[in-house]
Nanobody
């Protein structure tokens, strides 16, 4: 009922920047929290940043000061501006939203987009 499509991943050298975007579509009444998570090779998925419908943000300590999350409530999109990238930022980045549909409120996930930071 809710589909998420991420874009903007790629290969970048350490110190570079990337901007990820995620667009939500489908049938839903509202989207509450939106966020980005990542999974490095051989590791568990971890929170990167979240943003509520009111604009409150939360960041992992490892990305504070380097990443910025934003959203457009009218377009149902969420973006992640990533600056000063480090090799340890490498991983698959997933967009996630908490949405209310006709039948339930639940969490939805995108397919992920690869971010690779070379040293």
């Amino acid at each position: 009922q809710v589909q998420l499509v991420e874009s903007g991943g790629g290969l970048v050298q350490a110190g570079g920047s990337l901007r990820l975007s995620c667009a939500a579509s489908g049938r839903f009444f509202r989207i509450n929290e939106m966020g980005w998570y990542r999974q490095a090779p051989g590791k568990q998925r971890e929170l990167v940043a979240t943003i509520t419908s009111g604009g409150s943000t939360n960041y992992a300590d490892s990305v504070k000061g380097r990443f910025t999350i934003s959203r457009d409530n009218d377009k149902h999109t969420v973006s992640l501006q990533m600056d000063s990238l480090k090799p340890e930022d490498t991983g698959v980045y997933y967009c996630s939203v908490r949405a209310t549909t006709l039948i339930r409120t639940g969490d939805y996930w995108g397919q992920g987009t690869q971010v690779t930071v070379s040293s």
